[in-house]
């Protein structure tokens, strides 16, 4: 299977939809993702990483999306991937980019960028309450569009009584 950055989402999550299966020689394994690892979207905007749960096969990355394969007793991967899909390291991101058509971050440039590394402890409680607040946006997101569809409903059939009285009532 091959990973493409197209189905890494802006947010850096990597989308449901099935990887695409290619017959391909078999790669090294450096070349093979592994679960915690993650994929760099290293062009086009935003410039997120993903982390890589189960796969249900060998699976490549391909260019442009960079592996990372984080040290795991320094740094938990969804936690490396919070600190570099963060708008501060975005920033840094923006002050460094290359191209003019298609914004591009090179390897060197992210092997420079500076992400505080508590201990793993508070690491996991940052990825905790980042997880909480996506749910919470997620869930507000949907209440209100609920809200509007029965709002939309209420008036729909509000606008059909109306006419329908005043039909009964035309000479």
């Known amino acids: 299977m091959a990973l493409q950055v197209g ?41 997120v990483a993903a982390v890589i749960g189960h796969l249900a096969g060998p699976t490549i990355a391909v260019l442009p999306l960079i592996i990372l394969r984080p040290d795991r007793t320094r740094v938990l991967p969804d936690y490396l991937a ?15 980019a290359q191209g003019t058509g298609t914004r591009m971050i090179s390897k060197a440039v992210l092997e420079t960028i500076d992400i505080p590394l508590p201990d793993l402890a508070t690491q996991a409680r940052i990825v905790a309450v980042d997880k909480l607040a996506r749910q919470e946006t997620r869930l507000l997101h949907d209440l209100a ?27």
């Open 145 to 171: 569009d609920r809200r509007r569809r029965v709002t939309d409903l209420l008036l729909a059939a509000r606008a059909q009584a109306a006419g329908a009285l005043a039909q009964d009532h035309a000479p």
């Open 7 to 47: 189905d890494i989402d802006d947010d850096g999550t990597i989308r449901d939809t099935a990887i695409p299966r290619y017959d391909l020689p078999e790669p090294s394994v450096r070349h093979l993702l592994q679960s915690g690892d993650l994929v760099f979207r290293s062009r086009g905007m935003p410039n």
């Open 82 to 96: 919070w600190a570099i899909n963060h708008p501060d390291t975005q920033r840094q991101f923006d002050a460094q």
